[in-house]
């Protein structure tokens, strides 16, 4: 008999044991969750193509991604309140849709998760070059930077949870000084451009064949990289205190901050550039570093840098610590090749396997940056997964609580009536959202592009379902689950009595 007063207690419903030490609290969750989303890095990947597209309106892309992001972050904290297991979306998924679901949905946000982790490795490695380096980076250079980025994110991971929490400490300081601080001097004291400007083009439309409504959805569908990685806090709910409640008040309050410190930096840039139609032209390659070290003075390059450098370094250690998480919950369960080494907890009591695989996995990926310019493609290739993952979670969610399949109010965080509202929106708008980043568009492609690479991100995800569904035809993985994790409950015991 277990007692389900206790973490472990609960856990154990869950017919899993505690193997992971839970040392996390509240704000250990939160920096994760906010280290994962990061402001830098979601400004830096999303500013130069939201110009090149919209223009200085590019800002309202971010505002509607944002608001259609929180319905999405509240449906997550619903689920997370309720089912405090590592694995996320894959355990989620399993319980509510069935494990044949749960292991394609787990499956694809793997090959997602895994691409993050080579787009942040590649965006962070210019930023590198910037500090140490001299003249133009090549792109051989550019790869190998790339993936001792991931080398030292691999390497802090391994040292075990309390220094993750200290460099994510020390990631979050960075970035506040980096984009609150500096936002707020910028919006305060460097007004080059008025208000009104945020509702111009300034000719952006034509890149997008003179559809300025073209080139706002390509930013839309851009700046939807900017608020992934919410759900990081849930990869983590074994290794967390009082984790019902603390994992989804970290998950709304790093979304939140992250995404209010997104906005800022946003407004502040476009407010600041001098000139912003050489954004618009694509000349400025950089338009975040111009306008800070065109506000600050000459003298701010380097500092600025090294804070940036900073922030996209705690942005891959919180990404490499998810993904090994998200490894060891599918492993553990029986459902990967390997299982029963990548589910190995080491002596710090991490998933060492699991975070050196996924490591190796992100650091090939990282071979696509030897064609030119991969920015654009490795943001289209995270984005797409990810939205796919959100739309397949936020449908699942919605038919289990209109069958019954799934009681809401049995967590410990609870919408009400409102939970059914949003939910609904949230379906709504990852169905526009998933079909806007994945429409093959000639504009996000290299200039000497092939079709390939225009149609890259249906092509790539469509491989991954079908050799996905291909496996679980002939390995049939959802036959090895452990007798003790294929309750059919949906809720805890301890759950039910207390909704009841």
Known sequence: MHDTHTDAGELAEYGYRQELKRTLSAWAVFAIGFATISPVVGVYAVVQL?????????????????LGQLLVALVYAELSSQFPV???????????????????????????AVASLTTVAYLGAA?????FGEGTLSSAAHVLLGVVFVAVALGINLLGVNPVKHFLNAGIIAEGVASIAVS????????????????????????????????????????????????????????????????????????????????????AVTLALRDPEEAVSGALAD??????????????????????????????????????????????DRQLPFSAKLATVGPRQIPYVSLIATAVLASLGLLLGLNGNA??????????????????????????????????????????????????????????????IAWPRAELAPADGSWVQVWAVILVFSVLFVVGLIYILIAKPHTKLPATATSPSATPTSEKVKAS
């Open 287 to 332: 338009p975040v570093f111009t306008a800070v070290t065109e506000g600050l003075g000459g003298w701010s390059e380097k500092p600025f840098i090294l804070l940036v450098l900073i922030a996209f370094i705690a942005c891959a250690i919180s990404i490499q610590t998810y993904i090994g998480r998200a490894v060891f919950s599918f492993a553990r």
């Open 375 to 436: 920015a654009a493609t490795l943001i289209a290739f995270g984005s797409g997964g990810f939205y796919f993952i959100f739309l397949t979670v936020a449908v699942v969610a919605l038919v289990a609580r209109l069958t019954g399949r799934w009681n809401p109010a049995a967590g410990r965080l609870r919408l009400g009536r409102a939970g059914l509202v949003v939910n609904v929106l949230a379906v709504v708008w990852l169905l526009f959202e998933a079909v806007n």
């Open 86 to 112: 590592t694995g996320g979306v894959y355990q989620w998924v399993r319980r509510l849709g069935g494990p044949r679901l749960g292991w394609l949905v787990g499956w694809i946000y793997l090959a997602s």
């Open 50 to 66: 939201g110009f090149v597209f919209a223009g200085p309106a590019w800002i309202w892309a971010v505002v509607v991604a944002f």
């Open 184 to 267: 707020v001097f910028l919006l305060l004291f460097v007004h080059n451009n008025g208000f009104g400007i945020l509702f111009e083009t300034l000719g952006a439309e034509s890149a997008s064949s003179g559809s300025a409504l073209a080139g706002f959805l390509t930013a839309l569908a851009v700046a939807g990289w900017a608020f992934l990685g919410f759900d990081a806090t849930t990869q983590v709910a074994e290794e967390t205190e009082q984790p019902r409640r603390n994992v989804p008040r970290a998950l709304l309050r790093a979304y939140l901050f992250v995404a209010l410190t997104v906005l800022l930096t946003g407004l």
């Open 127 to 131: 930023w590198l070059h910037m500090l």
